[in-house]
């Protein structure tokens, strides 16, 4: 069992060893996806957006592929898609997300926990996207 079934998922896809496009058009019987989290960037991009039904929503969060996608705006009006941005939370939010965590109603996934002596060997974990979860660097 995958680590992200184990964590409640219903269906698992890695659209590094299978096409996640054609795996989603089955589950969905052709209908497409209400919302995407997207947050590879180039790599998957086109894929994500043909996967949304008309009106469907994408949430982009990262690029760890790349900054630079294409997009053809007239399938983004055509289908009334949303395309939303977003970086990091509030001041507000990170509070209460401490106080989650502070409460246990909300655990954080780590990764790995790396003395701050070995960044580079961290860094280079990410890099290779060889990372379920946070890496935390420690003092």
Known sequence: MSRA??????????YEREDF???????????????VFEHVGPQTWEKS???LKKGGRLLTCGATTGPNVSLDLRYVFS?????L????GTRAE???ITELIGQRRLKPIIDTVYPL????????RMLNRNVFGKLILRP
């Open 21 to 35: 496009e054609t795996r989603i058009q089955q589950l969905t019987s052709n209908r497409g996806v209400e919302v």
């Open 94 to 96: 990170l509070h209460v």
């Open 85 to 88: 941005g977003s970086m990091m």
């Open 117 to 124: 002596r070995e960044a580079r060997a961290a860094q280079e």
């Open 49 to 51: 957006l043909r996967l």
């Open 79 to 83: 289908r009334e898609l949303t395309i």
């Open 5 to 14: 079934n184990a964590l409640g998922a219903d269906v698992v896809i890695n």
